[in-house]
């Protein structure tokens, strides 16, 4: 029989669902959210997440204690090398610049932040009266210090920021003793911070045949300021002049290092203070055979890393009598087997590898053959320092200095750097 549809018996009213109990992503607060983002896989995911939109991106930015745990548990990717210009060129009309060379990873998002930069450089190709293109001093926080000496300036340069860029002279004149300061022609080093990425310092080091001093160019300020003569231990052989302080750079942790050229010595600057110190190096660092740089590991803890044909091995700062720190050996590793696994046969073309960056727990190595003096192109390696694992990158001909870049954390995703405000939309 058909039920009766009169309005004395209307059909019972459908069950509404609560709205109140529904939970959509939009509502999860920043705690649960910020625990989603730490299982994401890598910063260049992490960064296309949190810009999703406003309330996201203040989740990130305001909370620096989540920034440590994610550059904890993900280490901020290797984008690509860049390679200094080879040589002198020959034609003025065409300026050397550096080049870039992406990592083959699979991530399509470290891939995507590539293609959106401008690792071309361009901003450098269009400045008028360069006749002597641009030189690659240093590589950090995500930019480049680049400097130009037909110009006698400077450049920082980010090239995932695009048109983000600083130039500054850099031919000071010392006042005091009216001499350059940067005679020796020393590399710079750059100095950023993973909370104020907006700021940084560059310092350079000038010295005599017994005294060193450091100059420091402050990105707030927009000046140079020339520190103190400082007399130290460790004097160069007779007839070495001037020349006894190996023109790279390394840093770790605010401390920055050069190598005398007999390998004996290495000289350290602690930029909190800007005192400088002397340290004898290990025996084995001494032969002239050994590649090594200085770094930093996983856990921002300085490390050494040197190679000796295939072996690659890591010293750390410790304590011993009388409480005295030295670089000690921590760990080696044979790379032989693992370079059989990702190189085949063409392992057979090289004799040696050499250590040509260290950045963040990871080595980058270059495979060499000098025995046969081959123009054979060398394969570029990352060796994780935690993981003592072995991994190709690209290959390419090895004729010019190597400068890791590391992809940084965008300046909108720091709130508290001073420079951005967790409310603003950018």
């Given amino acids: 029989m058909a039920r009766d549809r009169s309005p004395t018996n209307s059909p019972p ?22 625990e989603i983002f730490l299982r994401l896989p890598c910063l260049a995911t992490l960064v296309r997440s949190a810009l999703t939109c406003r309330g996201w991106r203040r989740a990130v930015a305001s909370s620096p204690a989540f920034r440590r745990r994610f550059r904890q548990l993900h280490p901020a990717p290797l984008l690509g090398l860049f390679f200094n210009p080879p040589g002198a060129v020959q034609e003025p009309a065409l300026p050397a610049f550096p080049s870039f060379v992406p990592t083959r990873g699979t991530d399509r998002d470290q891939a995507a932040a590539v293609r959106g930069g401008d690792f ?3 901003s450098l190709q269009k400045r008028p009266r360069v006749h002597n293109g641009w030189d690659i001093h240093d590589c950090r926080g995500g930019y480049v210090l680049l400097a130009n000496g037909d110009q006698e300036t400077m450049a920082v340069v980010n090239p995932l920021a695009r048109r983000s860029e600083r130039f ?6 010392d006042t005091l003793e009216g001499h350059r300061v940067f005679a020796v022609g020393h590399k710079a080093c750059l100095l950023c911070s993973d909370e104020d990425p907006m700021a ?17 160019f402050c990105s707030d300020t927009g000046e140079w300021s020339v520190r103190p003569w ?20 390394m840093q770790a942790q605010g401390f920055l290092y050069w190598v005398y050229k007999n390998r004996k010595y290495m000289l350290t600057l602690d930029t909190a203070t800007m005192d400088f110190s002397v340290d004898e190096l290990p025996i084995f660092l001494q032969n002239r055979f050994c ?18 044909d295939f072996t690659v091995g890591v010293l750390l700062r ?27 046969k063409v392992m057979d073309e090289y004799n040696k590898v050499k250590v040509v960056g260290v950045r963040d727990g990871f080595v980058y190595l270059a495979t060499l053959d000098e025995v046969n003096d081959s123009r054979t192109p060398s394969w570029f390696l990352s060796l994780c320092l935690e993981t003592m694992i072995l991994e190709k990158l690209f290959q390419r001909t090895y004729d010019s200095s190597v400068h890791p870049y590391v992809m940084p954390w965008p300046p909108t995703l720091v709130g508290n750097c001073g420079r951005f405000s967790p409310e603003d939309g950018t």
Avoid at 18 to 31: N, P
Avoid at 168 to 173: N, R, T
């Fill in 200 to 216: 940084f310092r560059v310092v350079i080091i000038a010295h005599d045949k017994s005294r060193v001093r450091a100059t420091v």
């Fill in 13 to 34: 009213a459908k069950r509404r669902k609560d709205s109140s109990t529904t939970t959509t992503v939009a509502s999860l607060g920043e705690d649960i959210l910020l």
């Fill in 120 to 122: 071309f450089l361009t």
């Fill in 230 to 249: 400082v007399h130290i231990p460790g004097k160069p052989r007779r007839g070495r002049g001037e020349g006894w302080i190996r023109s790279c750079n």
């Fill in 168 to 173: 500054f002279d850099y031919g000071h004149e």
């Fill in 291 to 308: 590649s090594f740089l200085v770094g930093e590991m996983k856990n921002a803890e300085p490390c050494i890393v040197y190679a000796i």
């Fill in 318 to 344: 410790r304590a011993e009598n009388h409480g005295v720190d030295r670089w000690v050996l921590d760990r080696t590793v044979l790379l032989e087997t693992q370079l059989d696994r990702v190189l085949g």
